[in-house]
């Protein structure tokens, strides 16, 4: 076992070669393997240990960060520790892997697999990697697992050549002796570094955070408290005019505010949209998404009592008025409750919402699709569309809900996993059009035990990561991609996205980004393009 960690690294760097591109059938590619070959040549698994909480962030020129943490062991001082290290690989459109071997992020011992970090991408298609590890010259171990004692927060930022661009140990802070929890937004060109501080004197802890350029340097001289407690229920989404929506959770209940760059508050006030406070880590019982002219639309659980939940869902504009009321509304609009683990998209193009959420209604299970109008009205029956049902007598299992997108035409795609029993999951892949009938639906994969799943959906495909745990199915992350017409050759240029040089622009009229940031000329990644004759493309840089 002395050279697993090595032998693991060889069999991910030749599976990601093997693999050189996307699916072409119903069946996931395996992007990297969890098995390995042992000293004596013995084939076997690594489970869990070898593809710990994988995360997964799109880059606008249609690449695909993937980050995970990986066991292994390190020698300190001649004591082999048990180690925790953060891996990173990009796979092109075509689904092919731009590094021969994963890059190490961090050379330092990772507290505990589970330790929250974050990946996301900077605006030049970089990814920004959070983690916390044990950094301190006397590092020092309890005797529980031989697990470091003093976790120190890092940032760090690489390039899609795998430079790393803040230095080979990112932007650390050493004076934070015990932070096992990171989190990091991107805000145009500006990374938020979000980061607990659990050595307080009072033992309470604080929240911190710093925000950094894009050439990282820290905007403000020293980190600020966001709050004293150890708390990162925090949502970062852009607004506009470079401004930034705040989502966090107060005993007041849970609440938004709109701030400039540098966190001075422009609505006088935060906006409490939901009366309960969730706590936690994570904002489980929250989904928010953009709506696409500076607001945005969240879906909630809300608790009805023991073992019972409704769905709420709330349109907050970008002055910070309420859309649907005070209290917002219910996705299934009755006295009928145990309804839960919601996904949400927004259209801004058609001003729609669609949520999706899983319903136990005794002795059936069902999947429900809600659309609201940015209004608030309701467009479909006020107690959803059943878009799937399942018996109690086929499975004591319910649904496993993915997620939701929409398509700038006014359809939308939906993914959920069908358990029909203890590993054994397959994943549904639907479209359905603005009047909400079904144009496709795709079976993905059989028999499996899929973890951490993550789904996106852009105009011309949707595309599915996640971890494999079952053995017979070759565990390790997967990657999946289906076009938007349901078939699995995607065409590009069918949906109007061109891979371009950076020349003969002289029927260019305007070059924005995405979230509409004009641009003077054409950059890497994906640009919204204008031209004198009226028309708008899409246009990829390489």
Known sequence: MKKLLALLLVAMAGTGSAYAQWNTGATPKCLFSTTYVDEDGVTKTGGDYYACTPMVARTADKKTWISWKTWGTKLIDGQKVTAVRTYLQLIDRDGVAQFDEPIMVNDHITPTYWSKYALCVASDGSAIVTVSDSRVQDDTFNDFGNSPQYFTPAIYKIDQEGNFLWGLDGIEY????NSAYTNAFVVGDDTYFVFLDMSADDTSG???IQRIDAEGVPVWDEPRKMRDEMYLQYN???S?????????????GSRVQRLNADFEDQWGEPVIYDENKYDGYEMNHYRIVSDGNGGACVVFVRSMGQFSHNIRV???CEDGSLGFGLTGLDAYNADAYDHNYPSIAANPKTGEILVQFASDQGSTGLVLHQKFSYDGDYLYDE???SIAVKNANESSYMFGLLGVGSLSCGDWICCYRDLAGYNDESFIIRRYDKDGTRKWSRTIGRNLAPSDSKFFVEDEAAYLFYREMRSGKEPGIKIFRIGADGTYDVNYEAAGIKSVDNTGEADVKSIYTLDGKQLQQLQRGLNVVKYTDGTVEKRVIR
């Open 174 to 177: 050493r004076n934070i002796t």
């Open 206 to 208: 604080a929240t911190y």
């Open 236 to 238: 970062i989404l852009p």
């Open 240 to 252: 506009t005019d470079g401004d930034l929506l705040l989502f966090d959770s107060t005993p007041d």
């Open 314 to 316: 709330q349109h907050i």
């Open 383 to 385: 107690l959803g569309q």
